[in-house]
């Protein structure tokens, strides 16, 4: 089982930033691809906002390409998303989650899925 746990949302006004943090442990596992996931108000589904890989490949959404920055400390496995220029429609419920996660003992990766249980960013117009 891998625990994650975001921190770092809250309230900010339009065309300003927030940082959201989130910081992966377990007991079996020791490193992992991390990414963000939001959801909107309302909607069901969590779309996908940016992930970054072991390699350190970054992805990201077309809506916040050039907005956001997703960077990993890989020693602390912990991940961020540095938020700018921020927009009422990126008010939504953040999630960090990780889909492919990396055993130490063994030397091999798997494909188990696990979510934070989410940070709250309001941006106000």
């Known amino acids: 089982r891998v625990q994650l746990v975001e921190s770092g949302g809250g309230s900010a006004q339009a065309g300003g930033s927030l940082r959201l943090s989130c910081a992966a442990t377990?007991?079996?596992?020791?490193?992992?691809?991390l990414s963000w996931y939001r959801r909107i108000p309302g909607a069901e589904e969590r779309v996908f906002v940016a992930?970054?890989?072991?390699?350190?490949?970054?992805n990201y959404a077309d809506s916040v390409i050039g907005r956001f920055t997703m960077t990993r400390n890989k020693t602390a496995n912990t991940a961020s998303l540095m938020m700018t220029s921020l927009k009422s429609d990126d008010t939504a419920m953040y999630y960090c989650?990780?889909?492919?996660?990396?055993?130490?003992?063994?030397?091999?990766?798997?494909?188990?899925?696990?979510w934070g249980q989410g940070t709250q960013v309001t941006v106000s117009s």
């Open positions: 989650k990780t889909d492919r996660v990396y055993a130490c003992d063994s030397g091999s990766w798997s494909l188990f899925t696990f």
């Open positions: 377990s007991d079996t596992y020791c490193s992992y691809d």
């Open positions: 992930s970054i890989g072991h390699d350190g490949y970054i």
